[in-house]
């Protein structure tokens, strides 16, 4: 069975850390896209970033670009999204997803593009 497990999430004041991790279990994640999303109360989910199978390649969501990192561990299964200077605006649940994409140089920031999702992980950015 294909799962995805995200952790990491937590209460944090606007300007710190965080960093979430996708784990895989049941398949391997070499030869999947990765990306994370996030979606607040009352609004869409949103993509935020997506790396590419061979780690080569990253797209990010323009409010995160330059405080968000997203990388891989291939020998650990497991997706990282490294998350700076949050703001409350970061408030949302947090979900990774996988999809076997045909070139290993791409990934996408759309959730149309995804079948495997985790359950997801709450962040939460207050004073």
């Known amino acids: 069975q294909f799962q995805l497990v995200e952790s990491g999430g937590g209460a944090v004041q606007p300007g710190g850390s965080l960093r979430l991790s996708c784990a895989a279990s049941?398949?391997?994640?070499?030869?999947?896209?990765i990306a994370w999303f996030r979606q607040a109360p009352g609004k869409e989910r949103e993509g935020v970033s997506c790396?590419?199978?061979?780690?080569?390649?990253?797209t990010y969501e323009d409010s995160v670009n330059g405080r968000f990192t997203i990388s891989r561990d291939n020998a650990k299964n497991t997706v990282y999204l490294q998350m700076n200077g949050l703001k409350p605006d970061d408030t949302a649940e947090y979900y990774c997803a996988a999809q076997y994409f045909e070139s290993q140089r791409y990934c996408s920031i759309y959730d149309r593009d995804y079948t495997v999702w985790g359950q997801g992980t709450q962040v939460t950015v207050s004073a």
């Open positions: 049941g398949f391997t994640l070499d030869y999947y896209g």
């Open positions: 790396i590419n199978r061979r780690g080569t390649g990253t």
